[in-house]
């Protein structure tokens, strides 16, 4: 089993700035990929920041320059630092995770349980 347990978020001002983390836990062999979805209300879910096993990172053009994944590989944590936050960031942010939990092929996706992010004045 593995888990992902996200922590941060809340309210910020526009213009502000919000720190979430992921710690993912479990038998994990290797995490391939892992980053964070949003889902706002009336919306489908999108994608924000990914990052692989690799280092390479993605993200949403609506975050680009201002949102920046890192991680801590001796921790199996993942950070997405939000800046210059806008009105139109708010959602729930989902951290997911892309994890072989041993040396034979395949993988789990595995969910955090959400986090709310608000930006309002």
């Known amino acids: 089993q593995v888990q992902l347990a996200e922590s941060g978020g ?27 979805y949003r889902q706002a209300p009336g919306k489908e879910r999108e994608l924000v920041a990914t990052m692989t096993r690799g280092g390479s990172t993605n993200y949403a053009d609506s975050v680009k320059g201002r949102f920046a994944i890192s991680r801590d590989n001796a921790k199996n944590t993942r950070y997405l ?15 997911y995770a892309s994890i072989a939990t041993s040396a034979t092929p395949g993988y789990l996706d595995v969910w955090g349980q959400g986090a709310l992010v608000t930006v309002s004045p």
């Open 81 to 95: 630092q939000m800046n210059s936050l806008k009105p139109e960031d708010t959602a729930v942010y989902y951290c």
């Open 10 to 36: 809340g309210l910020a001002q526009p213009g502000g700035s919000l720190r979430l983390s992921c710690v993912a836990s479990g038998s994990i062999f290797s995490i391939i990929a892992m980053g964070w």
